[in-house]
């Protein structure tokens, strides 16, 4: 079984920045794994923001771009989430996903007041 959890959400005045960390843990070869956040507004759909491949390319939503990075330190288990400039429309549940595990964290809150 393998875990991951979250950390490092809060909040934020527009224009700064929020760096979520997310650990995994248990039965997991970590550094042969992709890893993704996905995020979920109010009354909206949980959505990609970023992702990670074992290889450590990634991909991003275009509404992230250029504003969020996505890096891993498989020594440590755990992929960040660097967001910077952030708008009042990055206000979400950000959530940390394992693919190859299935594996969704609970969640860290990112406010950013309009």
């Known amino acids: 079984q393998v875990q991951v959890v979250e950390s490092g959400g809060g909040l934020v005045q527009a224009g700064g920045s929020l760096r979520l960390s997310c650990v995994a843990s248990?039965?997991?070869?970590?550094?042969?794994?992709?890893m993704g956040w996905y995020r979920q507004a109010p009354g909206r759909q949980r959505e990609l923001a970023a992702s990670?491949?074992?290889?450590?390319?990634?991909n991003y939503a275009d509404s992230v771009k250029g504003r969020f990075t996505i890096s891993r330190d498989n020594a440590k288990n755990t992929v960040y989430l660097q967001m910077n400039s952030l708008l009042p429309e990055d206000t979400s549940d950000y959530y940390c996903?394992?693919?190859?595990?299935?594996?969704w964290g609970q969640g860290a809150e990112g406010t950013v007041p309009s």
């Open positions: 996903y394992a693919p190859g595990y299935r594996a």
């Open positions: 248990g039965k997991i070869i970590f550094s042969t794994k992709p």
């Open positions: 990670i491949t074992s290889d450590r390319l990634t």
